[in-house]
Nanobody, 127 residues
Framework: VQLQASGGGLVQAGGSLRLSCVVS????????MGWFRQAPGKEREFVAA?????????DYSDAVKGRFTISGDNVKDTLYLQMSELRPEDTAVYYC????????????????????WGQGTLVTVSS
């Protein structure tokens, strides 16, 4: 299984970007999918996830709730993260991740629940 993330770039505060993550090697809908990010000098943190095994349950971190939207296209085997109202503190490398199955909804934010990771795409938000 391979994950290929793209769509990062430089954007001004208040702007929007859409990240994509193409899943190859197995059907996208076979996995629970998530987005994480890592800012310089900080630990990787949860952004958003969608649990296909849980009937499509979606979770967002408090930092992005109301501004970011996670979605997927089962035909294209692609995960998306639509980011709006971007802030300088959103600057980070964004990673998509796939889990064969997250053990419970309470663990959807845990990095060790995910089995496969993309290479990351850099998002820079200028003030």
């Amino acid at each position: 299984v391979q994950l290929q993330a793209s769509g990062g770039g430089l954007v001004q505060a208040g702007g929007s970007l859409r990240l994509s993550c193409v899943v190859s090697g197995r059907r996208f809908s076979s996995y629970d999918m998530g987005w994480f990010r890592q800012a310089p000098g900080k630990e990787r943190e949860f952004v958003a996830a969608i649990m296909w095994s849980g009937g499509g349950n979606i979770d967002y971190s408090d930092a992005v709730k109301g501004r970011f939207t996670i979605s997927g296209d089962n035909v294209k085997d692609t995960l998306y993260l639509q980011m709006s109202e971007l802030r300088p503190e959103d600057t980070a490398v964004y990673y998509c991740a796939a889990a064969v199955r997250i053990r419970s909804y309470s663990r959807v934010r845990e990095t060790d629940e995910y089995d496969y990771w993309g290479q990351g795409t850099l998002v820079t938000v200028s003030s």
